[in-house]
């Protein structure tokens, strides 16, 4: 029995630890997609002119 516990905590930690991560850098890159739009649309606004 103990010896499950050894590997629920040495798996588990792990899967949390990316779980958090990957929910922290999704975010992120929802934030960096909308400025590249962003970006995008003010460069085509300038070649226009």
Do not use: C, Q
């Not at 630890?17 to 960096?32: A, T």
């Amino acid at each position: 029995m103990e010896e499950i516990y050894t590997h629920i905590a040495n798996l588990g930690f792990p899967i949390v630890v990316s779980m958090y991560l990957l929910m922290r850098i999704e975010g992120k890159l929802e934030s960096l997609t909308k400025s590249i739009i962003d970006l995008s649309n003010n460069i085509s606004k300038l070649e226009k002119i």
